[in-house]
């Protein structure tokens, strides 16, 4: 890595190559350029459309960035290209592949690093991250466009307005294989991805970076589908994952990340993917009049309230974004923060 | 009180008395264990499940901030039990009595007490105290559980999505005893309950701690239901306490707490009242289409209102959440404090 | 100017007919008096009641002020009469003019008053300007009193909740006369009136005090038409202008007022103008069920999120609320200011 970091001080192309790598990688929090590069070839296996527009998006944002004077370090951190990314493929899951969706994809990348300043900026105030709130953001703007725009048309994925319906009978009986299915599809739909292998690739993608974001990711995924199924959640949504996804990010997000690695916030971050749950079926249900979708809000939502109780939770140790890296790396930093201190007299 | 703050101090069972019965008492603002056990007394006469479930969500936050480390203060002056004790009674009254409610009341505690750390770490960037958001937060997300989770149950209480429709016809016709009803289910329907007598037995909880907010209490149901009439909101919500049970708390918080006790500060909070019943049709018409409920979020995003414009005031003294106790205390605090001086000369 | 300043400063009458006209001034951010005026004729073209209860709105509003105590400096330079203006101007249009309107134009001045002070508090925090965010919270909790208030009734241009469509079908097809229509409704909508005549009378109100946002106002209605038309918005919504208004305030807000004018400002205002076109097609969309409309609130969160991105956006140079002017005003400010040299090296 260090011939690497080298050349992107050197070379602008590495550079720019470095950064949109960086923007994949960061979907999953790795700040890695091997993490991305398997993230995007996870995109394209799920289809050229897919991986093409996501690129398209990431390369329009970080170019946008450049452009307005951003700082480097941030960009080159992949910071203003993972809600491009994920905008990218929204947009491609969520509308039709007509005239104007590579418009719309340039312009969504443009508008998801305004937006990832803006939020930036906005929480900066309590030293909180962004988390994919600006992706959550920009694609909720676009992808109301088809009820007003005749040149934006929505894809199959595309859910009709509809008034929520109560959810009834039993709790869904599962095999094997659909416990399975649904832990990898849980992971690969971080990426609006269907599919288990595409999982497997992303998870691998976490393991070049990070092995303990690894056993996260997979808890995360597991958790999700676990408290889905005991809540009551229909059959379908459990194997495709979709109790899943915000539990992976929340789980790689609190267990380590934003909270030093301990006891304390393996558990907190445990209760938060069951959270992660209860909010995923209510904002499905505030967003099911007006044909919304969820997107990784869930996530988003539950993380920024954890995030934000933190500074009154004393037994726990927040690590501020600006020095976040890896639950590895920060345990490095903090060499002398035991949690068992905190249980005799926690800090005042 | 000398005995029982000193017996707080040395004995553990004590002091998790106290935590838990002024967590019920904060619900009306009342920092008092005396007053909380009048409150948690009223809801069982309000039903055993009623008691019992506000309870448990009380005992499972003030348990959880223990944990995490919240600061004692805060704990032991019942901040992080009356999100909770709301939560516990919502979700016993929309919710129905099967094997995962107390399950959820449980979790509902925990949730509550994440989010009262985080709102209040957000709103204390500007001095602004968190009210019953967190409240509002963790029940609005649970009771819509209903539409994705088979496990959990809709009460007949809860009312179907639908879209919202004109309020037609004249104004209501009340009897001497609608007015009264309505006066005094209005005080019940904070803790959501509907009784005359609970009513009343809230309103001696409050007069064990302070004088002037009884009055306050009574002024809120009384301008409530009155604007709410003269409005032309229909009888059934007018005799039920709808249209007064945010008007009891706002009045309260700004008349005399958040605002030191003056001519400006009362007129203000009469004000406020009117305004909280007009945010009150706003929300119920908002959440209509996805079957929501507005619970306390009138009185909630009222008072944030009036109290973030606090700072522009300079005819009305502020008091900062850290040192509000009650009118009469808030008084004591600001002897040198005279209004009259404000209309010659504003503060600059 | 300068005897009308020392009018102001000596005689109460004078000072209160320069704050309400410098009110109406501010709604397209003139702080001047004599564009105040012509708005507010503009309004008397378009109907008696439309500039008579706007007039009575702002009165109020600014009288709230006074005796709320807010600071002079503030009052004086129209900022607590704008958001009233529209509020006065919007309940107009969306209500029938029954017995109960005055009394609500007159709660909602005040109501407006207290919310301006409010948000400009909480976003004062980062430096930004609060907008026409507090008209828009106000309209929006008023307006849906249709919905639980008999005494509140809806007029002719109230729509009624309903679940979004899909939009279908091509491009519309634009005489010369739609266009030059929908340019000079989209500068009359701002203030709600369906007009070529007043549009021109506003932008004569504009010229009055700045050449250049006269021609950004323009800009902002051609950019905002022309996105719509080619995103495939429906005909009569361009012609009305609907798609322009939202551009005119985003244009001169961004282009040369809060950002100093440059073409990197300028391209940034354009892209931002195209972005509320978008941004009111989402929230049109949300609103649809519960029978809400969007007012000015696509112009609001769009520079909203344009402006909080500014902190990190080192190529552009953020002009603070209290410090902007006019885009002249701004320019003379800041004459060391060359973008030019931000291309060599941005700032740190």
New interface residues.
Partial sequence: MHRWNTAVEQNMVVRFVNDVLRGFGQVFFQNSPISGALFLFGLFVGGWAMGGYALLAVVVSTLSAY?????RS?VSAGLFGYNAALVGVALTFYLDDNN?LPVYVV?GG??SC??A??????LG??GMPALTGPFVVTI???A???????????SANSQA???????????ASLSFQDVYTGIFKGISEVYFQNSIWIGVIFLLGILASSHIDFFMALAGAIIGLGAGW?????ENSLTMGLMGYNGVLTMIALGGLFYLLDV?SLV?AA?AV??SV?????L???V?????HIYTAPFVLTT?????????????QLVPPAKATTPEGNINLYRDYHWWE?FSE??S
């Avoid at 099911?288 to 919304?292: A, H, L, V």
């Fill in positions: 452009w307005l004077g951003i700082s941030a104007m312009f443009f508008a305004i937006v300043a803006a939020i930036g900026n906005l105030q309590w909720w703007i676009f109301l466009g088809i009820y007003g725009f005749t040149q934006v048309e929505p307005p509809a008034l929520p319906v109560l959810a009834t009978g039993g709790r005991a809540l009551g959640v229909d304390n907190l209760l069951i959270a209860i909010v995923s079926i209510a499905t249900t505030v099911s009049p007006y044909g919304g920024y309230g954890f995030i934000a109780a933190g500074a009154s939770l004393k037994r726990l905190r926690p800090r």
